[in-house]
């Protein structure tokens, strides 16, 4: 029912750029928050940000890349897209599109993407 399509993802050289898309599709509420998560060989899974629909938006960045990625939005394209600027190796890793509509029964209700490896290095 719900789809989300990420693109984006890539080889890059330490201090480059890349920039994430992620497009959901698909029947859910109209008041969500989408993000982006990812998640190193041998790690967990860490958020990186995330961006709510509603008319006020409201921002999540973890400390890790404040102040070098963007995370923006495009609500009538269901989109969210993470600009990566001044990439580091330690950014390495498989990024997750998020869309997260609430708790049903304590339980989280949302959607994940596939996945889509970004992989900084010379």
């Known amino acids: 029912q719900v789809q989300l399509v990420e693109s984006g993802g890539g080889l890059v050289q330490p201090g480059g750029s890349l920039r994430l898309s992620c497009a959901a599709s698909g029947s859910f509420r109209s008041i969500y928050t989408m993000g982006w998560y990812r998640q190193a060989l041998g790690k967990q899974r860490d958020l990186v940000a995330t961006?709510?629909?509603?008319?006020?938006?409201?921002?999540n960045y973890a400390d890790s890349v404040k102040d070098r990625f963007t995370i923006s939005r495009d609500n009538a394209k269901n989109t969210v897209y993470l600009q990566m600027n001044s990439l580091k190796p330690e950014d390495t890793a498989v990024y997750y599109c998020n869309l997260h509509l609430g708790t049903v029964l304590g339980r989280p209700w949302e959607y994940w993407g596939q996945g889509t490896q970004v992989t900084v290095s010379s």
């Open positions: 961006i709510t629909s509603a008319d006020t938006t409201n921002y």
